[in-house]
């Protein structure tokens, strides 16, 4: 007999799950393992809403199974330590929606607790707060590693950020870090403003502004590409110089169209998937050394559904960010 998600494992767990692709949350119990000789056990306190928990609440990659607990930037305090544990600061992230070699299904951060190896544990300096720090554990490590394995991380380097939400206002205040010019492009003109002033943009195109972009064709060393739904790759291609490089991080649901006539001049298209734990924890290093935090919006766990609505509507500046530790009680 198949034991039901709060049998399965001894430690009772709380959080919120989608039951189908209408992608609706509500609370849901179900249990963790047990403090394992080199797991971590913590006590998840805040979790950022990715763009990608959101495609897979939906099932838009139709790689999803029910019930569903997202979340994957999760920093939480810990509370038990296996006894190899070496390791046992602060802070993680995980996943959800894969199979442990038992069969039972791994469920993320929108939860009250969470047990990981603690290879996959990551410690957050002091000096960063934990809400602000919890989104750069993937918008962060997304952005950040592209640029630095694609060695677009030399001072004086021109790079363009494409998608002004979680993932690209992070990857503006890297990339400036970094000592770039970096140059947003967006859908939305009304991020102008704050892309220059607030996020250190040193300049601005509207993506479907043809002669804006055409003013700046052939600029650009490289292009982070974070944009969460289908758009044309031409337009972003004649952005980039003689061997200039478009990396593309965003994933719409859908293929994008790629005709490679556009690829002249040596251009290159990558893709880049997160980042290990070892640059993680580097990335983190990096934030925390150049005071770079996500903008967030601090939200209680029963707006998680207008949150979700919002944030397909890309009605959010720039980061919804749960405040589990004081919100989630399985009284909900
Ligand atoms: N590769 C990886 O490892 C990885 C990791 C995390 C996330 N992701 C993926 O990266 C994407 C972005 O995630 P996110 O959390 O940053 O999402 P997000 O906060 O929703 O930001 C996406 C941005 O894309 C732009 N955009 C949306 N619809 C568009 C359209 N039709 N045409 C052009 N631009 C559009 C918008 O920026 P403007 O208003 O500025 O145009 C929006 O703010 C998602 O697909 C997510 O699944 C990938
Ligand atoms: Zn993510």
Redo the contacts with the bound molecule.
């Keep these: 007999m198949v034991a039901s998600p709060e049998q399965e494992h001894p430690r009772k767990a709380f959080g919120w799950a989608a039951r189908d692709a209408s992608g609706v949350l509500s609370p849901f119990k179900f249990s963790r393992r047990g403090t394992g000789e080199k797991d971590v056990t913590f006590k998840v306190l805040y979790c950022g809403i990715?763009?990608?928990d959101l495609?897979m609440v939906k099932n838009e990659w139709g790689i999803s199974t029910y019930p569903l607990v997202p979340g994957h930037e999760i920093v939480g305090e810990v509370t038990e330590v296996g006894s190899q544990v070496q390791n046992s600061k602060l802070e993680t992230k995980s996943t959800y929606g894969a199979k442990y070699s038992d069969g039972t299904i791994t469920y993320g951060g929108y939860s009250d607790v969470m047990v990981a190896d603690e290879h996959f544990v990551i410690r957050i300096p002091d000096n960063l707060p934990l809400d602000g720090a919890a989104p750069l554990l993937?918008?962060g490590i997304?952005t950040y590693s592209p640029l630095r394995y694609f060695g677009l991380d030399k001072p004086g380097m021109h790079v363009g950020v494409?998608?002004?939400?979680?993932?690209?206002h992070v990857a503006v205040k890297f990339a400036k870090a970094l000592g770039l010019e970096v140059t947003a492009i967006?859908?939305?003109p009304n991020?102008k403003d704050e892309a220059i002033k607030h996020l250190g943009a040193d300049s601005f195109l509207v993506?479907r502004d043809l002669d804006q972009m055409q003013a700046a064709m052939g600029t650009l060393d490289g292009i982070i590409d974070?944009?969460?739904?289908?758009?044309p790759l031409p337009p972003l291609i004649s952005l980039l110089k003689v061997n200039g490089k478009l990396v593309m991080?965003?994933?719409?649901e859908k293929p994008l169209e790629l005709p490679v006539f556009s690829f002249d001049h040596g251009k290159i298209l990558a893709?880049?998937?997160?980042g290990g734990i070892k640059e993680t924890q580097e990335m983190i290093d990096f934030a925390a050394k150049h005071n770079i935090t996500a903008d967030i919006e601090v939200i209680p766990i029963d707006y998680l559904n207008t949150a979700m609505e919002r944030?397909a509507k890309?009605d959010?500046r720039?980061?919804f960010v749960i405040d589990i530790g004081n919100t989630l009680t399985s009284a909900t």
């Design positions: 990715c763009h990608s495609h993937c918008a997304t494409v998608g002004l939400g979680g993932l690209g967006s859908t939305s991020k993506s974070t944009v969460s739904a289908v758009h991080v965003g994933a719409p893709g880049s998937n997160i944030l890309g959010v720039y980061r």
